[in-house]
């Protein structure tokens, strides 16, 4: 069974702190991927990243960067400098093999205030 | 580039009423998938289809029906909806089984849907 964690809820931070936001997960699948998405508050999902299973390399996009640790089943994502567009929530998601749906974390809503 | 398209984007029926959700792709790809966000739940799947002419139940599928009318739109219907089908519907779609679209999934802006 696939099972995504999103332990918080609910966070605020000032303008241009770092945040992170922990993603733990659980599969059976040897081959697997890792995805975010940000939810803004005019209600679309806008893909962020994807990360497969083989591949535990760092990324950093910008402001963003995501850590995947194979090791403690986690895929974090750190936001650095955070800005009020920030102002989110943000859903971690998992998808086996087969027919790749995916199975999404309950999410965290982050507040960036000004 | 209009990507996955929904619609209605709101809809408000009574107990009993029947209604169908569309979606349509342009991007050719071959799955597509309905899910249901509700609060503190995150989105979870009601049904799916890997490839034109095939469907399949997700985790949450009783309730609804689903018609891959073609390669481009997937429908999904209530019968008879209830109260407990409030919520915000959202289609995906994905190129699946080709490496290079890396299985990701591209989601409509949703619908927002209440029944009394």
């Known amino acids: 069974a696939q099972k995504v964690t999103q332990a918080q809820t609910e966070i605020s931070v000032v303008e241009k702190e770092d945040v992170t936001l922990d993603c733990v997960y659980e599969t059976r699948d040897t081959t697997y991927y890792l995805f975010w998405y940000k939810q803004p508050p005019s209600g679309e999902l806008v893909f962020l990243i994807r990360r497969n299973s083989f591949d535990e390399q760092n990324e950093i996009s910008g402001r963003y960067s995501w850590n995947f640790q194979k090791s403690t089943s986690s895929f974090n994502f750190t936001i650095t400098a955070s800005q009020v567009v920030d102002s989110a929530v943000y859903f971690c998601?998992?998808?086996?093999?087969?027919?790749?749906?995916?199975?999404f974390g309950t999410g965290t809503r982050l507040t960036v205030i000004p | 580039n209009a990507g996955v398209t929904q619609t209605p984007k709101f809809q408000v029926l009574k107990t009993g009423q029947s209604m169908t959700l569309q979606c349509a792709q342009d991007?050719?790809?071959?799955?597509m998938y309905w899910y249901r966000q509700d609060p503190g739940m995150g989105l979870r799947l009601i049904y799916y289809s890997a490839s034109e002419g095939t469907t399949d139940k997700g985790e949450v599928p009783n309730g609804y029906n689903v018609s891959r009318l073609n390669k481009r739109e997937f429908s999904l219907r209530l019968e008879s909806a209830a109260p407990s089908q409030t919520s915000v519907y959202f289609c995906?779609?994905?190129?699946?089984?080709?490496?290079?679209?890396?299985?990701?999934?591209?989601f409509g802006a949703g619908t927002r849907l209440s029944v009394l």
């Open positions: 998601a998992l998808s086996g093999t087969g027919a790749n749906n995916l199975f």
């Open positions: 995906a779609s994905t190129l699946r089984g080709q490496i290079i679209a890396k299985n990701i999934q591209y």
């Open positions: 991007m050719n790809h071959n799955s």
